[in-house]
């Protein structure tokens, strides 16, 4: 559907109305949810209604392309909940003055509102746009005050994004059912952010690993305290080099030395202990430490991965509910800004409040001269949002704790700290490096270690165990600290130790650094990278191996890339990728036109895709052949590979089904019934509570699931004797986790399950959720 472009061309819209509205005194707020609608209602008088629009309400058809290929005209129409919901807000807002839409603040958020006004059947008048990015009653005032027009420039980047993805899986998916097996899905960003991973496999197979050591001593003056030193230089030559590798995504550098050999360190350990060593030089200067800038999606899908091994979908999630507002003793407000953002954006009225606070509770000496101003990176970030920070920086964690379930606590704790740190002072160290060596300076050592002078930005991580801003221990105010020497003095060689190293691969991708290599190269939106990850894993393409943190592609992802990478270079390559979400921010900011930049990417497109469609030669995945009997049939059974892992299915497959689940190692896996105790849910009264195990520990789940969701924790003592009164073996549930996350989640998460919003994984489910 043709969009209309403004005069201006910003089309950010009219002038802000400044005045109360008026008339017959009944207004009508559209939001995207029911938990907003629910929190906004509370901030608005008696002459306002808040309705939810449940997010988007029509869309391009599901049964058909729903795009003309020659003018690109999209087809919209109602989704199937839809018509309800389009029946009730028109009842509704024929007889208010205003129609406010309060959808978020985002170019979704954008084509929602643009999308209802064609829905809602009113003079288009009584339309106003109002935005805000915090769920507070001081900015929902505000954004009345100041209502707009609807930023067509925003629908129309919006509409272009969808419509290419529309024609990019509708036309790629069929392509894969002929060529591979059907219910295969390609798309323009899921398919290269596979390859990303597919890549990097084929770059971890083809890396040689060597072997190769260093020399590290331990010296002294007389009395004073040993310290450690690396040789790092040896008759003329550097020993530890760096080699530099062109990966696809990224140069990768990792460290080798001239030592290949333990028999080749020998003669250096021998000179060092016949010669005399001393203090060549000694260097000392300070240092200082800057905080990090606030959250924006992608750092807090980051952050929250490295630190609380969240998934950027759980993180997402949960940053949503406190987003939307959370019950604080009979009242209900957001605690933190829009969580879809990659402006660094703070409000001056906010930085003001975190200044005072700063004062406050740490000190004047902690409070910057100047309010820090962090500059954007992400392509196309749009200044006039804000990040992700605390809607009230007076909201310690602490003080909302009681409110908060165990995931939302942990996360809110993040997002509070990196704010505040964002607008403290740096932290300030002394440096000390040094230099040792022989009289004929055959032989050359280095040492370093720094102390902290003043705490700065640190202060706010003083009390976590292990953990700081930059992922260091920076609860030790002493690194590495060297005795006092100077130039000249003697040392007494106490130790020489010989380390054995291996050349590293490059790393396998997880969570976090997957998103940070998207956003680097500007492949999709932050918005969108915790629902990549989701679709590409729901697909089968990719894998995670949470044990050791790390996505593995799977033998149909690889098949896939492989195919796709040969016919449509452009779709797969990074820059191209890159360069089409350049030209959506170039329709959004009313740069380019947007059936301009869909003829630019169609035409060459439709034209491999023909090619495609003749010379893509069929290969099927293969299914190796085990020894393993089928429990249903009798017959053979195959390993096959689905998004969840390997597991055996029946050979017989489509006549038989019979599948076997296996665990990481490809050890058959034992299935856990749950046992029916006696016990009613305390939730919906009415359905019996039924023992579950999990990766986490047995607990108390609602037989009702998933109508009921609600879970309770079961001591020790009342597991064993269900165990026994269901006459079934008990399996005490093994915590292995424990490297799988900074910090320790599993003792916390399953004392507090009662208020842990996440259902666990149920063990006996796995194996009903494979695919053929």
Request: aromatic share 8%; with cysteine; glycine share 6%.
């Given at each position: ?66 795009v003309d290929e020659t003018s690109f005209e999209p087809t919209y129409k109602l989704l ?291 309010f820090r101003v962090y500059e954007k990176k992400v392509k196309g970030a749009q200044e ?385 959720e494979t695919e053929e």
């Amino acid at each position: 559907m043709a969009i209309k472009k403004t005069t201006t061309k910003k089309a950010t819209a009219e002038k802000a109305v400044k005045e109360k509205p008026t008339g017959s005194g009944k207004y009508l707020v559209i939001v995207e949810s029911p938990t907003k609608e629910k929190t906004i209602s509370r901030f608005l008088g008696a002459s306002y209604r808040v309705k939810s629009s449940f997010g988007h309400i029509r869309d391009l058809p599901a049964d058909c392309l729903g795009v003309d290929e020659t003018s690109f005209e999209p087809t919209y129409k109602l989704l199937s909940r839809g018509t309800k919901i389009a029946a009730e807000l028109n009842k509704l807002a024929k007889g208010c003055d205003t129609v406010y839409l309060a959808t978020d603040p985002d170019r979704e958020g954008e084509a929602i509102a643009w999308h209802l006004t064609h829905i809602i059947k009113v003079p288009a008048d009584k339309f106003k746009r109002i935005a805000f990015h915090e769920i507070t009653k001081q900015a929902i005032n505000h954004s009345l005050e100041e209502p707009r027009s609807i930023d067509l420039n925003l629908v129309n980047a919006q509409q272009a994004r969808r419509i290419i993805d529309r024609l990019v899986g509708y036309k790629l998916s069929p392509l894969l059912w002929s060529k591979i097996k059907s219910g295969l899905s390609a798309g323009r960003v899921q398919s290269v952010s596979v390859r990303l991973i597919a890549e990097r496999a084929k770059e971890i197979v083809a890396f040689k690993e060597e072997d190769y050591f260093t020399i590290f001593t331990k010296l002294t003056k007389e009395k004073e305290n040993e310290f450690e030193a690396k040789v790092v230089k040896w008759d003329g030559q550097t020993i530890e080099k760096t080699v530099l590798m062109k990966l696809f995504s990224e140069d990768y550098r990792h460290k080798t030395s001239i030592f290949k050999k333990f028999e080749n360190t020998v003669p250096v350990a021998s000179y060092l202990k016949e010669n005399t060593l001393k203090v060549k030089k000694v260097e000392k200067k300070s240092s200082k430490q800057k905080p990090r800038p606030p959250f924006i999606t992608s750092t807090i899908q980051q952050d929250a991965y490295n630190r609380l091994g969240f998934s950027s979908d759980r993180t997402m999630r949960i940053a949503q509910s406190l987003y939307e507002g959370i019950d604080l003793k009979g009242e209900r407000e957001g605690l933190i800004t829009y969580m879809r953002t990659d402006s660094f954006n703070v409000s001056q009225e906010m930085l003001k409040e975190t200044a005072k606070f700063i004062k406050e509770t740490y000190g004047a000496d902690f409070v910057p001269e100047n309010f820090r101003v962090y500059e954007k990176k992400v392509k196309g970030a749009q200044e006039a949002h804000e990040s992700i920070h605390p809607t009230n920086v007076y909201r310690t964690p602490n003080g909302l704790k009681e409110f908060l379930n165990v995931d939302q606590y942990k996360l809110y704790d993040l997002i509070w700290r990196r704010y505040v740190s964002c607008q403290m002072e740096d932290a300030q160290f002394d440096v000390v490096s040094m230099e040792v060596s022989d009289e004929k300076d055959k032989v050359l050592l280095r040492a370093g270690g720094r102390t902290m002078k003043f705490e700065g930005y640190l202060k706010v991580y003083k009390d976590l165990k292990k953990e700081s801003d930059d992922g260091d221990d920076d609860d030790d105010d002493k690194e590495g600290l060297l005795p006092i020497l100077k130039e000249g003095d003697i040392l007494d060689l106490k130790d020489i130790e010989t380390k054995s190293h291996k050349t590293s691969h490059p790393p396998y991708y997880n969570e976090a650094s997957i998103i940070r290599t998207l956003e680097k190269h500007g492949i999709g939106r932050p918005s969108t990278y915790a629902a990549i990850i989701k679709t590409v894993m729901d697909r089968g393409y990719i894998k995670r191996n949470p044990k050791e943190k790390k996505i593995l592609i799977t033998e149909l992802g690889d098949l896939v890339t492989d195919k796709l990478t040969g016919f449509f270079e452009d779709i797969m390559s990074l820059s191209y990728t890159a360069d089409i979400e350049g030209k959506l921010d170039s329709i959004a900011e009313g740069k380019d036109e947007w059936i301009t930049v869909m003829k630019d990417f169609y035409l060459p497109f439709s034209k491999s895709l023909k090619t495609a469609s003749k010379d893509m030669t069929v290969t099927k995945p293969t299914a190796q052949k085990t020894k393993e009997k089928c429990p249903e049939c009798g017959s053979l059974m195959d390993l096959r590979e689905s998004r969840f892992g390997k597991y055996l299915a029946c050979s017989s497959f489509p006549k038989c089904r019979g599948k076997m689940a296996l665990d990481a190692e490809g050890n058959k896996k034992i299935v856990v019934k749950p046992i029916k105790t006696d016990k009613t849910c305390t939730k919906c009264k009415k359905n019996k509570m039924l023992l579950r195990k999990s990766a986490r520990g047995f607990f108390l789940a609602c037989s009702g699931f998933p109508r009921c969701r609600n879970i309770n924790p079961i001591t020790e003592e009342e597991i064993l004797q269900l165990h026994k009164d269901a006459g079934v073996e008990y399996v005490p549930v093994v915590l292995v986790a424990k490297t799988e996350t900074p910090v320790d989640t599993e003792k916390t998460e399953k004392a507090e399950a009662p208020v842990n919003t996440e259902r666990p994984e149920i063990v006996e489910n796995t194996e009903d959720e494979t695919e053929e």
